[in-house]
């Protein structure tokens, strides 16, 4: 079992910066993939941002070149760093963990919204 808890979403402005943060606990975080997924309002829920266990990346095309993601191994965290933020961003954010097995554990989302 994983338990994942995020921080560190709210409103910004359009070109604004937020930083997500999701802190994982309860089994070995090194054996998962982490990620981020993100569900804009009335639409399905879409992978933003993933680094694997052996530490490849797939990325959202849209948030390519303006947000950043990494895993911090030391405190079972992965962190999610959004720059040049749009309307288009506007979403729930939700962590992510994949098991050896495919077992998928969320999050409980954290709010982004970017609007002025």
């Known amino acids: 079992q994983v338990q994942l808890v995020e921080s560190g979403g709210g409103l910004v402005q359009p070109g604004g910066s937020l930083r997500l943060s999701c802190a994982a606990s309860?089994?070995?975080?090194?054996?998962?993939?982490m990620g981020w997924y993100r569900q804009p309002p009335g639409k399905q829920r879409e992978l933003v941002a993933e680094i694997t266990s052996s530490g490849s990346s797939n990325w959202l095309d849209s948030a390519r070149g303006r947000f950043t993601v990494w895993r911090d191994h030391m405190k079972s965290m992965v962190n999610l760093q959004m720059n040049s933020l749009k309307p288009e961003d506007t979403a729930v954010y939700y962590c992510?963990?994949?098991?050896?097995?495919?077992?998928?554990?969320w999050g409980q989302g954290t709010q982004v919204t970017v609007s002025s």
């Open positions: 992510n963990a994949r098991s050896p097995d495919g077992t998928m554990y």
């Open positions: 309860g089994s070995i975080f090194s054996q998962y993939d």
